[in-house]
Nanobody, 120 residues
Framework: QVQLVESGGGLVQAGGSLRLSCAAS????????MGWYRQAPGKQRELVAA???????NYADSVKGRFTISRDNAKNTVYLQMNSLKPEDTAVYYC??????????????WGQGTQVTVSS
């Protein structure tokens, strides 16, 4: 019923920028929160940034001041603008929607992940 399609990942040099997008399709009734997570090899998946339905945001300390999460509710899309990228940002990035799909309870839906590689 719900599919999250991520785009914008790739290879970038340190100091560069990338913009990730994640668009959800399907029978979504409401989206209560959107977020981006990442997982580096051998590391636990961690929250990068999140935005609530009210517009409140929070960020991992490691990305504050460099990353910005935004959304387009009309398009069921969340973005992650990543600036001043560092090699430590290298990871697979996953978007997640906390949403209500028609006929179901609130649930977290996940994208497939997109690789971000930052070279030095």
């Amino acid at each position: 019923q719900v599919q999250l399609v991520e785009s914008g990942g790739g290879l970038v040099q340190a100091g560069g920028s990338l913009r990730l997008s994640c668009a959800a399709s399907g029978s979504i009734f409401s989206i209560n929160a959107m977020g981006w997570y990442r997982q580096a090899p051998g590391k636990q998946r961690e929250l990068v940034a999140a935005i609530t339905s009210g517009g409140s945001t929070n960020y991992a300390d490691s990305v504050k001041g460099r990353f910005t999460i935004s959304r387009d509710n009309a398009k069921n899309t969340v973005y992650l603008q990543m600036n001043s990228l560092k090699p430590e940002d290298t990871a697979v990035y996953y978007c997640s929607f906390r949403a209500v799909v028609a006929g179901t309870p609130e649930y977290d839906y996940w994208g497939q992940g997109t690789q971000v590689t930052v070279s030095s």
